[in-house]
């Protein structure tokens, strides 16, 4: 008798075709720290006000996620969004230095000419 062969596209993985078979379920044997450490998570504990908890916990609950993975997704794009913002400004002080230096240049050649 010969096995039904299932072709290993995306959507199978998706419908569940692939991946969802009981019988092939086994317990990882892994800890919870090698697991932080494979996601580059680090613990902290940091104090916040009772009322931001909650409205996280509100926002979380809304979107269907945790409300620590909320706040650890709000964080990145805090910091994300920071240091975008901040090398935008180094680039434009960079620029604004060129272009000055280019003018005191330029007013430096127009005296020699003079």
């Known amino acids: ?13 998706e419908t569940g075709e692939l991946g969802r078979d009981e019988k092939y379920v086994e317990v990882a044997d892994i800890n919870e720290s ?4 494979a996601l580059e998570l680090q613990m902290i504990s940091i104090r ?30 805090f910091a994300d969004s920071e240091t975008k913002r ?3 400004e180094c680039v ?5 230095e060129a272009k000055e230096q280019r003018q ?7 005296r020699k000419r003079a």
């Not at 039904?4 to 199978?12: L, N, P």
């Not at 434009?92 to 604004?96: H, L, P, S, V, Y």
């Not at 005191?104 to 127009?110: F, L, Q």
């Open 1 to 13: 008798m010969a096995k039904r062969k299932i072709r290993g596209t995306e959507e199978a993985w």
């Open 34 to 37: 090698t697991i932080d450490e």
């Open 48 to 77: 916040l006000q009772k009322s931001l908890i909650e409205d996280f916990k509100l926002i979380a609950k809304i979107n269907g996620i945790g409300y620590q993975t909320l706040m650890r997704q709000i964080l990145k794009r």
């Open 86 to 88: 901040l090398l935008r």
């Open 92 to 96: 434009r002080a960079e620029e604004q």
């Open 104 to 110: 005191m240049e330029e007013i430096e050649e127009s």
